[in-house]
């Protein structure tokens, strides 16, 4: 039997021997310390005295059998290895690993973008290919495809897909957007999913099945394998593109505004994921220095309510589509609807800043504007439960974040993200990154907001490294037959729990620290 390897991190000499087999495996570059680039591998935003969550070292292989060889010598060395691919995991932990001192297994090198299938539309990719490395490589050639980007254009499009990470236009859930996965098990070996289990197949990035059970979503927001390939799937570049917002001044006016979003999104008439975010004008609450209410009212849009939307497609399409809208947003009293079109093809000199996103061109708008408010220590941890679709949810959720901020000396933005039968808040919990005591405040209230939305049945779609376990717990059914069921899979394929150990909650049987 294999014996598990201990939720502790490596002493000195193990680490010594580490970096030396790693180094003659990968070369003495591709492995960081913390005087050689493993800096940009902590979390961001973890404070001066951060304890725990450490990494010890940083390697970065630049191709798929380097990776098997640098897992087959983790297994060896018994060493922890923490999978990033860009590392911008930022507000749930950057790179930083659940067990302290893990080796991060960076996948930067691998950056090649391996096709680009303008008839089928999608595009295979290394987990080092940025939203912007795409985006540049289509633009080059104009390629008639498009994108969908979340909010910052600089993370893996492999990873942020892998992590279930939420873009705004039609293909906006990018974990759906993933076609055919090349997988290194913990053991070295190699998987390709779906269609390309037929060896030369030529429909590994287009069909999503293949023959039994589909194993692709086994690997997202896991530590079962590491993805060295993926399909992403690219939607026809539209003719045209319409984005705007739809405000609303009064505090009820949400129920109205969230109903008609959900009616207009199943029926198909509003595409991809429209975002509300709540702008109260009597908000208070003070996280110190430069995190004041009336900063916050500064990166947040303008009326009480606002949701951003966009529609996509041909000319006459976008139009009935827009008439359908209109006519929706003229029943609500008071709401008021502002739109601009820009031809698909618009580049980002051609479209307004605020519309970048819902225009598919990857930018670093929002975190400019972060900083340039909250200042060069602005840190942020994220609160992102998954809700019924109903109002009611909005206002509680609104609350709980306002008391929750008030009671810890933080601020906090509140904001939805639209699917056609559920809402994801996306709430920025906001503080001084410099200053220890908020960073700390931040997670003991992410943990707070946790434990109270699960009272409601709902539990986080996301969660910062020191939250998995508690996350995880959440999903209790039948005496925790999820997280039972997670660690037979993880026995079978990573009974040493060498890979990623806690990643999402998930450990070997007999590894999670606190006996689970
Ligand atoms: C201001 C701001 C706005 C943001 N807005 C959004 C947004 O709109 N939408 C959104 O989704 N996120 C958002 N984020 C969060 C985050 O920045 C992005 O999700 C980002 O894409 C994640 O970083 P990354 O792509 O570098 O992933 P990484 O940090 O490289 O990876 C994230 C995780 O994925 C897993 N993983 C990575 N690579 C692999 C692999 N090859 N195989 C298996 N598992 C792997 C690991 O568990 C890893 O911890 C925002 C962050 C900030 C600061």
Known sequence: MTAVIAPIAPSPETLSRTRERFAALLGADAVLNADTGLGVFHDPFEGP??????????????????????????????????????????????????????????????????????????????PGVTFADLYAALRKDDIPLMMSVPDLGWGSMTANALEHGIGYNVLGDHASALCGLEVVLPDGS????????IPDSPLWHCHRRGFGPA???????????????????????????????????????????????????QAGVLQGVPMLVSSPPSATGDGGGAFTAENLRKVLRPGRWNLRFGLYGHEALVASRRAILEAEVAKI???????????????????????????????????????????????????????????????????????TMARFGLI???????????????????FDASDQARVDAARVAVRHLCD??????????????????????????????????????????????????????IWASGQRPDGG
Request: one cysteine or more.
């Open 190 to 197: 190699l998987l390709h999913t779906g269609q390309g289990g």
């Open 333 to 403: 009293p008071g709401a008021v609807l502002e739109a601009r079109t820009y031809a698909g093809d618009s580049g980002p000199d051609e479209v307004e800043p605020r519309d970048l996103i819902a225009a598919g061109i990857p930018n670093q708008v929002l975190l400019e504007r972060l900083t340039g408010v909250f200042g060069k220590n602005f840190g942020h941890m994220d609160f992102s439960p998954v809700l019924p679709f109903d109002a009611a949810y909005a206002h509680r959720t609104e609350s709980l974040l306002g008391e």
């Open 452 to 505: 109270e939305v699960a009272g409601w049945g709902c539990a986080p779609y996301r969660a910062h490294v020191a939250l998995v376990d508690h996350v995880q717990d959440k999903f209790a059914y039948n005496d925790g037959a999820m997280a039972r069921f997670y660690t037979r899979l993880k026995d079978a394929l990573d009974p040493a729990g060498m890979l990623a150990p806690g990643n999402h909650g």
């Open 412 to 430: 906090g933005a509140f904001g939805l993200l639209c699917f056609p039968r559920s809402m994801v808040s996306a709430s920025l919990i906001m």
């Open 215 to 265: 194993v692709d979503d086994l690997f997202k927001q896991s530590n079962l394998g590491i993805v060295t390939k993926a399909g992403v799937q690219l939607m026809p570049r539209p003719e045209v593109i319409m984005t705007g917002t739809i405000r609303c001044e009064g505090k009820e006016d949400v129920g109205p505004l969230l109903d008609m979003v959900r009616r207009l999104l």
């Open 49 to 126: 005295q951060a304890q725990g969550h450490q990494p010890s070292l940083a390697i970065q292989p630049a191709t798929v059998e380097q990776v098997q060889e640098a897992l087959r010598l983790a297994r060896e060395l018994g060493i922890h290895v923490w999978t990033s691919s860009m590392g911008r995991n930022f507000g749930y932990g950057g790179s930083a690993p659940v067990v302290d001192g893990g080796v991060v297994l960076n996948l930067r090198r691998m950056n090649r973008i391996l096709d680009i299938d303008e008839r089928n539309g999608f595009a295979a990719i290394e």
